[in-house]
Structures are given as structure tokens and as C-alpha cells.
């Protein structure tokens, strides 16, 4: 089989060569598709000769579909027919779209004119357009698997199979790209909103550091053995031992409106943002938001895990400051278990939206995993 042409390079030889050799170009080498624009536009005889060529084109593919088709299957003709990437193209588009409508915002919140949280839930938004975009990723990898198997014994299709696998790679290449891009914006957005999430956490922590200095000395005051004077007018004692305790219920109160939320799917959400910018990171400045990512990462990773104990003592504790050894331990044991499991689900992800090209990105999710363990124990020392 001839290498078959692009549109563009048939509609160069169409205006190079006579109608006569025009008419004569093998049909194998054409392109599937003769644009009707080119036809339609073209004087007699060579619009004669176009409309002949393209039915003819269109006869003789139908033929190859049907003979690959009754010698591999049904699934071998689905993957030929994906090979010819219109979904993965509009899917593609769909994705730059939407990110072209979303970008006069992230110019405004790069001058500081959108809050962090606003513009994180703008990149909400988009979220549907990538999880589309990465479903057409695993099915052309489930149609690179089908042809592989298919070139095992490629009976005479063995060039047609092989343009269609490189066609598929092209595509799944040209997804790859337009994923990278939107991630590498995830992952600005997210490394700003984790800086955040951060700071509000350690504000928050220092003010409940003083309020619980405070509760501990109206605590103790409480505590005292009373006076001569309290036991000789003892209303009076009452009444004092009353507005102790209203001011410690107070007190507690105030410590309660001073606690954080961070739920699971939240830290989950920015280490997803973190883990995709890695395996699909193409530029420098995605390395520099991926690091202080990582560095948050830790800080808000204890911090949660810290959380979960605290929710249940109703206690309050700074990640990072006179953390007590025993309990650093069991703080870094749980990160350990929710990025392990987290891992664990990413493989299996990774191996459906990427089939045999997943290979390369599962060693460096391998490598990701095993760096944020070690920096995070590290951390947490």
C-alpha cells in the first residue's frame, strides 16, 4: 500500500498535475475524504474527473472497512473508524473553547481582581469538558490495543493497520497536549488556593492558641479553693463561680468559631491537580507551582489528619509546632494510608485512559508517590 496522501497534499497535486494524471492517482494513496468544497469549486473536466475519484474513494474504503471488519471482527472496524479522530477533534475543541471563555477570568484573578476560591470553582466549570476529553483518551487506547493484536496477523492489511495506529498516536498525542495545558492552569490555581487554605489554617491556629490560654486561666480560676471571704458570704461566691462558667462556655464557643473545614475530596481534588500536572507537565513554570504544591501539600495533609483527631477530643493543635512524637507518628502513618490508597486508585486510571502508552507515565506516578512519602516523612521530623 502507497502512503496515502493528506488533504492538503492532494489538493496540492491537484493543482500541479493535468486532469489526466489526476484521474489516474492510485485510490489507495488518496485521502479518505475528497473536501466537496474542492469539487464543487473546480471547472469541468477536472470537477468530473473529482466527483469520479471521490465516489470511487468512498466505494473502495467501504470495501477495505468491510474486509477488515469480516477478518478481525466488529472491534477492528470500530478502531479504524476511531482511528479517523473526529470525536478526539471535537472533543479537543470543545476543551479549547471553553478554556479560551474561562481565560478573560484568569487574567483577573492573576491581577488580583478574583478571589482564589472564585476562581477555583470557575475551573470547576470545566471539569465535565476534561473528564470527556479523557474518556476519548482510553477509548483511542483501548483501539491502539484492538490493532496491535490485529498487526500480529495482518492478513494484507498489515500498512492500512499501521496508518491507523499511527493516526491513533497522533491524536491521542494531540489530547495529551491540550490536557497539559489545562492542567498546568489547574495546577496555578490550585498551588494559589492551597497557599491560602494554608494561611487560614495558621491564622486560625494562633488565635486558638490565645483563646485556649485564655479557657486555661478562667479554668483554673475555677479551680481555686474558695477564700475566707467566699465561705463567710457565700451568694456572692456563687454568683462570681456563675460568671466564670458563662465566660468559659463563651470561651469555648469562640474556640469553636475559630475551626477550619478541609474535607477529604478537597484535599483529594488538589492532589489530583498536583499528580496530572506531573505526568502531563511540559513547561518550567509548571514546576514551579508543582513545588510549592508539594509544600503545601504536606502542611495540609497533617493538618487534615490532625483534624480528624481533633474533631474528636474537640482540640486544636498547630500541624507543625510542638507536635507531641508519638502523635507525629500517627499523623504521618494516616498521610501515608491516604496517599498510598489515593495511588493505588490513580494507577488503575492511568492504565485505562492510556492502555499501552501507559507504561512511562505509571514510572513516573511510581516516582511521584515515592518522593512525596519520603519529603513528607522528612517533613513531619
Not at 94 to 108: G, T, V
Not at 305 to 317: F, L, T
Request: hydrophobic share 40%.
Amino acid at each position: 500500500m502507497s502512503q496515502r496522501l493528506s488533504v492538503d497534499e492532494f489538493v496540492a497535486k491537484v493543482r500541479s498535475l493535468s486532469v489526466v494524471e489526476i484521474g489516474k492517482l492510485p485510490l489507495e494513496t488518496l485521502p479518505e475524504t475528497i473536501p466537496s468544497d474542492l469539487i464543487r469549486n473546480s471547472p469541468q473536466p477536472l470537477r468530473g474527473v473529482l466527483e469520479k475519484l471521490a465516489f470511487d474513494v468512498n466505494v473502495h474504503e467501504l470495501r477495505e472497512q468491510q474486509g477488515i471488519e469480516k477478518t478481525f471482527g466488529n472491534t477492528a472496524a470500530q478502531a479504524m473508524d476511531k482511528a479517523r479522530g473526529y470525536e478526539a477533534d471535537i472533543a479537543i475543541a470543545r476543551l479549547r473553547q471553553k478554556m479560551a471563555d474561562i481565560a478573560p477570568s484568569i487574567e483577573k484573578w492573576r491581577a488580583g481582581k478574583v478571589t482564589h476560591y472564585a476562581m477555583a470553582q470557575t475551573m470547576q466549570t470545566v471539569r465535565e469538558l476534561v473528564h470527556d476529553l479523557h474518556a476519548e483518551r482510553a477509548r483511542l487506547a483501548r483501539a491502539e490495543l484492538v490493532l496491535h493484536d490485529c498487526l500480529a496477523n495482518p492478513d494484507r492489511f498489515s500498512a492500512r493497520l499501521q496508518d491507523a495506529m499511527e493516526r491513533i498516536r497522533h491524536f491521542a498525542g494531540k489530547i495529551d497536549l491540550t490536557l497539559g495545558e489545562y492542567h498546568a492552569l489547574q495546577l496555578e490555581v490550585t498551588a494559589a488556593e492551597m497557599t491560602d487554605k494554608r494561611r487560614q489554617i495558621q491564622e486560625s491556629d494562633q488565635k486558638k492558641k490565645g483563646l485556649l490560654e485564655d479557657l486555661t486561666a478562667l479554668e483554673e480560676q475555677l479551680k481555686r479553693p474558695t477564700s475566707l471571704f467566699s465561705r463567710l458570704v457565700p451568694w456572692t461566691a456563687r454568683k462570681h463561680e456563675e460568671g466564670l462558667k458563662h465566660n468559659i462556655s463563651d470561651m469555648h464557643q469562640r474556640i469553636l468559631s475559630e475551626e477550619w473545614v478541609m474535607a477529604e475530596t478537597q484535599l483529594t481534588r488538589w492532589l489530583d491537580s498536583m499528580v496530572d500536572a506531573s505526568l502531563y507537565m511540559s513547561a518550567g513554570t509548571t514546576q514551579q507551582h508543582l513545588r510549592s504544591a508539594r509544600l503545601n501539600l504536606f502542611y495540609l495533609l497533617n493538618a487534615f489528619c490532625e483534624q480528624q483527631e481533633a474533631a474528636a477530643k474537640q482540640i486544636a493543635r498547630n500541624p507543625f509546632i510542638q507536635v507531641d512524637p508519638k502523635k507525629a507518628i500517627e499523623y504521618m502513618l494516616m498521610s501515608e494510608r491516604f496517599i498510598l490508597d489515593y495511588f493505588a486508585k490513580k494507577r488503575a486510571e492511568i492504565i485505562e485512559w492510556l492502555g499501552n502508552a501507559a507504561d512511562t507515565r505509571l514510572r513516573s506516578l511510581e516516582n511521584l508517590e515515592i518522593d512525596l512519602i519520603t519529603e513528607m516523612k522528612r517533613n513531619i521530623r
